[in-house]
């Protein structure tokens, strides 16, 4: 997926937020396949559960077990056509959550050879802070970070300053 080049601002940047945030004696499902950042969570102490690949538009009863303190979904919620219907199902407390922001210079991303690796929803931030809330959720803290990238350009010059990505920790409303 990365082709021996993994984001590690990202990476570093997310791994930090989770700390921050949630202790390592949390049970975590992430939603996704396994993955890189899935090892480095791992490898810093954390006990992780991925999803297995299912289609969580259509089939959210991964998230509805009651087995997991925090579900973490890492720019996952832009390849879902119906975010709403998953946000709502899940029945961990607690939700540490990125998505890549919509770029006014960027159209959204789409893969020509995967079908999974398209983005449907290409969200600003208070777009994905009103679906949260209508979700049940309530944030308790947030964050944008920039995603530099090494090549000569405009687009990139404008991604060394224009914040690329926006995390959240999220506690489901009372």
Request: proline content about 5%.
């Amino acid at each position: 997926m990365y082709e021996n080049s993994f984001p590690n601002k990202r990476y570093k940047h997310t791994i930090s937020f989770l700390k921050e945030h949630i202790d390592t004696s949390a049970k975590i499902l992430d939603l996704g396949v396994s993955n890189p950042f899935s090892d480095i969570m791992q490898q810093q102490g954390y006990n992780v559960t991925n999803t297995k690949g299912e289609d969580l538009d259509l089939h959210t009863e991964a998230v509805q077990g009651t087995d997991y303190d925090v579900v973490t979904a890492f720019e996952i919620f832009e390849h879902l056509l119906a975010p709403l219907n998953v946000l709502k199902d899940i029945k961990a407390d607690k939700l540490v959550a990125s998505i890549p922001l919509k770029l006014w210079f960027a159209p959204a991303y789409r893969s020509k050879t995967d079908m999974w690796d398209r983005h449907y929803h290409e969200f600003e931030d208070w777009q994905f802070d009103w679906l949260l809330e209508k979700a049940g959720w309530e944030i308790k803290a947030r964050e944008k970070f920039t995603n530099p990238v090494k090549k000569l350009g405009i687009r990139p010059l404008l991604r060394s300053f224009t914040p690329r990505y926006y995390m959240v920790y999220a506690e489901r409303k009372k």
